[in-house]
T-cell receptor, first 116, second 113 residues
Framework: GAVVSQHPSRVICKSGTSVKIECRSL??????MFWYRQFPKQSLMLMAT?????????EQGVEKDKFLINHASLTLSTLTVTSAHPEDSSFYIC????????????FGQGTRLTVV | RKEVEQDPGPFNVPEGATVAFNCTYS??????FFWYRQDCRKEPKLLMS???SGNEDGRFTAQLNRASQYISLLIRDSKLSDSATYLC??????????????FGTGTLLAVQP
């Protein structure tokens, strides 16, 4: 079964509204989770690293005020897309690793966001 | 230069064929290497880790050349179910940014009956 659960799997929202995506590790504690975005026919692009109890680390070019990340507990990280626009429409995926190097990363099922 | 580069394909091969994918990475301090498989509109799933000594799992063989910063994946006796996008993934070597995975663009494989 899934070890990382992401919700919702699909969301359609109007321009200007905000959307929250949840990512939960089900049977392990994840001090670090990762958020990726994938546009059609492109690879996963790392957006930010979510750190439990501290601020997220954003990749270059990702607006931290637009993509709000909260990692309130060892099993939950949330990504909020604020004031969404059609160009934010994408596939958002979270990931968590149980340990350090050479350990498998588990991915959530992804959230397909469509902004109309 | 992209951190992880792959030939995007598509690779169209008949069932039973042997196909090889290549990948190069730019960060010489990278420490961990993986091949992931992604089916259309699904999340990536680990296919295999890649070790310096090379490793094999059934029909799949992965190799790593640290000197050339090059990773490969060989699939023998291709099955229709192997059709997917294969992602080369690199981790480590980013200082305080713990464990983040950097993905290549992916190589699309289409196995034909």
């Amino acid at each position: 079964g899934a070890v990382v659960s992401q919700h919702p799997s699909r969301v359609i929202c109007k321009s200007g509204t905000s959307v929250k995506i949840e990512c939960r590790s089900l049977d392990f504690q994840a001090t670090t989770m990762f958020w990726y975005r994938q546009f059609p026919k492109q690879s996963l692009m790392l957006m930010a690293t979510s750190n439990e109890g501290s601020k997220a680390t954003y990749e270059q070019g990702v607006e931290k005020d637009k993509f709000l990340i909260n990692h309130a507990s060892l099993t939950l990280s949330t990504l909020t897309v604020t004031s969404a626009h059609p160009e934010d429409s994408s596939f958002y995926i979270c990931s968590a690793r149980q340990g350090l190097e050479n350990t498998e990363a588990f991915f959530g099922q992804g959230t397909r966001l469509t902004v109309v | 230069r992209k951190e992880v580069e792959q030939d995007p394909g598509p690779f169209n091969v008949p069932e039973g064929a042997t196909v090889a994918f290549n990948c190069t990475y730019s960060n010489s301090a990278s420490q961990s290497f993986f091949w992931y498989r992604q089916d259309c509109r699904k999340e990536p799933k680990l296919l295999m880790s890649v070790y310096s000594s090379g490793n094999e799992d059934g029909r799949f063989t992965a190799q790593l050349n640290r000197a050339s910063q090059y990773i490969s994946l060989l699939i023998r006796d291709s099955k229709l179910s192997d059709s997917a996008t294969y992602l080369c993934v690199v981790s480590g070597g980013y200082g305080g940014a713990t464990n983040k995975l950097i993905f290549g663009t992916g190589t699309l494989l289409a196995v034909q009956p």
